[in-house]
């Protein structure tokens, strides 16, 4: 069997073990905001956002032992952009997705001051172990602080009609999650694997790799969760996974990575893509009009978005 015949084949059950594992862990993530009593936002930008976020876990604190600090950095940075143009694009272009701007422009303004942290801690051509624990900490708090303004009043009687309409347990909801976590981190590896085996055989760099191809396999699962909750209607897990996804790679992915062992990399190379990271999280909180107590990530802006990232992609090339 050839490389390039292997490469197809992981890609293809790649795709399999994302399809299912994103749907599965939107019903187990539903379950569990019903049964904890805990708001959809709040479980998107929680379990969903970090079991969706394993793979740029995996594969930047493995990068970062192994040396090889470049696709550590962008892995993080280019998904977080991924994230933004890329999935929220598409699913916006698919379907629209209402916003509680209450909730998405504080969580939104989260996001973009962790992206502005992290860019200010890499002026120094890298991250040290202190910072990587000091932007992990900032998880910490961020995660407490979520999960106490998310409780759902217990006297809300629409909670109480779901918790009996759709009575999944804890356990199984918490299996159900597991399981479709590692299907989703299995799922990207493969993905990640065939595709960058077809990128090396045509001469593209570590930095373009980690930007676009590692970046988006990655990402995968994050595209597939989002996908399914906006298909079923969940669009407060679709945006809360996103949100939640970049901030657990700022502060949590390179955190964790940094304090195991130090990131060097040249900052000059990763400047113009950190700014971009922004923008786009910037060109996020803008499109659903925060100014209004309602807003809307309509299919105009989800275009806009995937055309930028579009864009960005192909200047790597």
């Known amino acids: 069997m050839t490389g390039t015949l292997w490469a197809v084949i992981q890609l293809l059950a790649g795709f399999v073990l994302l399809y299912f594992g994103g749907d599965w862990l939107v019903n187990g993530g539903v379950a569990l905001a019903r049964r904890f009593r805990l708001s959809p936002l709040v479980i998107g930008m929680t379990i969903v956002a970090f079991g969706t976020s394993a793979p740029e876990l995996l594969v930047s604190m493995t990068s970062a032992i192994k040396g090889s600090a470049g696709i550590a950095m962008g892995n993080?940075?280019?998904?977080?952009?991924?994230?933004?143009?890329?999935?929220l694009g598409l699913t916006a272009m698919l379907c629209p997705i209402p916003t509680q701007n209450g909730k998405i422009l504080g969580n939104g303004l989260v996001m973009i001051l962790a992206s502005v942290l992290v860019f200010v801690f890499s002026l120094?051509?890298?991250?040290?172990?202190?910072?990587?624990?000091?932007?992990?900490a900032c998880l910490i708090v961020f995660t407490v602080v979520s999960i106490r303004k998310g409780r759902i009043n217990n006297q809300d009687e629409s909670v109480e009609q779901e918790l009996q309409s759709k009575p999944m347990s804890v356990l199984a909801a918490i299996l159900l999650v597991a399981l479709s976590c590692a299907m989703l981190a299995?799922?990207?590896?493969?993905?990640?694997?065939?595709?960058?085996?077809?990128?090396?055989?045509?001469?593209?760099?570590?930095?373009?790799?980690?930007?676009?191809?590692?970046?988006?396999?990655?990402?995968?699962?994050?595209?597939?969760?989002?996908?399914?909750?906006?298909?079923?209607?969940?669009?407060?897990?679709?945006?809360?996974?996103?949100?939640?996804?970049?901030?657990?790679?700022?502060?949590c992915v390179l955190g964790v990575s940094a304090s195991i062992k130090p990131i060097g990399f040249d900052f000059t190379q990763y400047r113009t893509d950190f700014i971009i990271m922004i923008l786009f999280s910037a060109a996020l909180l803008l499109f659903t009009s925060p100014w209004k107590k309602q807003g809307r990530l309509g299919r105009i802006a989800g275009i806009v978005l995937f055309l930028a990232y579009c864009a960005y992609a192909y200047s790597l090339y």
């Open 76 to 87: 993080v940075v280019g998904s977080n952009i991924a994230n933004i143009g890329l999935i």
């Open 124 to 136: 120094n051509n890298g991250l040290s172990g202190i910072e990587g624990l000091i932007l992990f």
């Open 186 to 251: 299995f799922g990207a590896d493969f993905m990640v694997d065939g595709a960058t085996t077809i990128a090396q055989a045509i001469g593209v760099s570590d930095k373009v790799i980690g930007l676009t191809v590692v970046a988006l396999g990655t990402s995968l699962p994050e595209l597939a969760a989002s996908l399914a909750a906006a298909i079923k209607k969940q669009m407060d897990i679709s945006i809360g996974n996103i949100i939640g996804s970049n901030i657990f790679n700022l502060l």
